[in-house]
């Protein structure tokens, strides 16, 4: 374990490893470390299974001790989104609505699968409700700050909120989440995170809360791209047995700077939802990258513009899909009351489409992936994760109008890539500093979306792995 200032927090999954295997730290340590800082983080969790986890932990221990480990994430704790089952829990999706939810009968196949691989559970965390706000508000399960932003509660990115601040504050080095329109890569961003976003069908999504049939995926968040390389392998059961003692490995050959290219399409960048600070940090980041050999392309991409108009006339895609799942909801008075107002709004929103646009959606979106991919011709597209850094969270909460705009700029620039079921991993590039109260500084991060065409996640991962250590001078320096 090693100290970050504010609270002592857990190590990577990676570095858990390593001490699980060398003897100086036991997953039941590990585990009970973590309880207590979950414990201590207020509306991050909606369920901590701590009855389950110390359960675990002590297998766990046991097969170390014996030398028997399950897998390089053997003992190595992990929280999931309130939206997946988790055997004996309710499954809320941070809804009042669903509060006395009867208990899943058994672990969605994602869960029961890191169980499997030795895997503790912790419980699970908090996020929108019904995951439907890319800023991570939730006024009846409250609402998460992260501690080390400053002295100023700000949101924390939706909806996976809970996954980000769990990894944030020490309650495990892995979060699952779910992405429908950049549910992972925005927490990632506002909190200093890694992020990523899994082409759909990488995973079962049964036991899965679901938003929209035809978008929503799943992804972890942690705290660097190794660990989710490790639970990637973890989750599609591609580890092979008796490797747990080499620690976890990258699959595929090791990927470098050298001749890779990267696009940034100029009017994603220059948008006016992107702040001057957070288009300078991407620059830097990607001088970085130049001087390691990559090669830089600034050209417009007719996919991503396509993708923005048809979203600009025709409503987003998921907005017709997630009334679809709520309507019986929406449509009985005593439970539409007991929603958070700013989601009911959303989704009533969405009954005013015009059913036409959204087949026009459903038919232009394969030939847009395939254009999308022709476009990148091998190359990996990098732009923002969000225009704007976290913003102060009491403005939010006191002005609906400026929850819904900042909800939109926040979305803007990870809806198309969902649209376009590219994978994508959000990465920390630098911070912006800004003064605080009395003396105080208030560290902003900034993230970097790296994105290559549908269903190329295991290249994309290894390209991440390759940038996250060129821009980690970068991040030191900030």
């Known amino acids: 374990m090693k100290n970050s200032g504010l609270r002592t927090a857990p190590a990577s999954a990676c570095e858990l490893h390593a001490a699980y295997a060398a003897g100086t730290l036991t997953p039941t340590q590990a585990t009970e470390h973590c309880l207590q800082a979950a414990c201590e983080s207020p509306s991050v969790f909606t369920r901590i299974t701590a009855e389950r986890a110390l359960e675990e932990a002590r297998q766990s221990t046991q097969r170390w001790r014996t030398g028997r480990p399950l897998g390089p994430l053997d003992g190595v704790p992990i929280s999931w989104k309130d939206l997946f089952d988790v055997r004996g ?34 419980g699970k965390t908090n996020l929108s409700e019904f995951a439907y706000s890319g800023l991570g508000l939730n006024p009846g399960f409250g609402t998460p700050a992260n501690p080390r932003l400053g002295g100023r509660a700000r949101a924390p990115g939706g909806s996976s909120s809970g996954a980000a601040l769990a990894v944030v504050q020490g309650c495990g080095p892995l979060a699952m989440g779910t992405d429908t329109a950049g549910s992972v890569r925005i927490p990632a961003a506002f909190n200093g995170l890694v992020g990523f976003r899994a082409s759909r069908g990488r995973y079962p999504m049964q036991g899965v809360f679901a938003l929209s049939p035809s978008l929503d995926t799943l992804g972890p968040l942690a705290l660097g791209v190794a660990d989710c390389m490790a639970l990637d392998q973890v989750l599609r059961s591609t580890v092979p047995a008796g490797d747990a003692a080499a620690g976890p490995a990258v699959p595929g050959p090791v990927i470098g700077l050298q001749g890779q290219v990267f696009v940034i399409d100029p009017g994603m960048l220059d948008d006016d939802s992107v702040q001057a600070q957070v288009r300078d940090a991407i620059a ?14 600034r050209r417009r991409l007719q996919s991503l513009d396509t993708v923005q108009t048809l979203t600009q006339r025709h409503g987003w895609l998921g907005a017709r899909e997630a009334l679809a799942t709520h309507r019986e909801r929406l449509d009985a008075p005593e439970q539409a009351a007991r929603m958070d107002p700013r989601v009911r709004s959303r989704l009533e929103a969405a009954r005013h489409l015009d059913h036409g646009g959204y087949l026009q959606l459903l038919a232009r979106r394969q030939p847009l992936m395939e254009l999308f991919a ?45 649209f376009l079921d590219a994978p994508a991993v959000a990465l920390p590039c630098g911070a912006l500093c800004l003064q605080g109260p009395g003396a105080s500084t208030e560290r902003l991060p900034i993230g970097l979306q790296l994105m290559r065409p549908q269903g190329d996640d295991d290249r994309l991962l290894r390209i991440a792995l390759a940038v996250e250590q060129a821009l980690s001078s970068l991040n030191r320096s900030q």
């Open 89 to 122: 829990t309710p499954t809320t999706a941070a809804s009042a609505l669903l509060r006395s939810a009867p208990p899943a009968p058994a672990d969605a196949p994602v869960v029961a699968r890191a169980a499997a691989a030795g895997m503790v559970c912790l």
């Open 284 to 297: 830097a980041g990607l001088a970085l990258l130049q001087r390691q050999g990559a090669r830089v392309q």
């Open 374 to 418: 022709q476009e990148l011709g091998g190359a990996t597209l990098v732009l923002p994760t969000v225009g704007h850094p976290a913003p102060l969270l009491q403005p939010l909460l006191e002005d609906d109008a400026l929850f819904a705009q900042t909800n939109l700029a926040t979305l803007r620039l990870t809806m198309p890539g969902s």
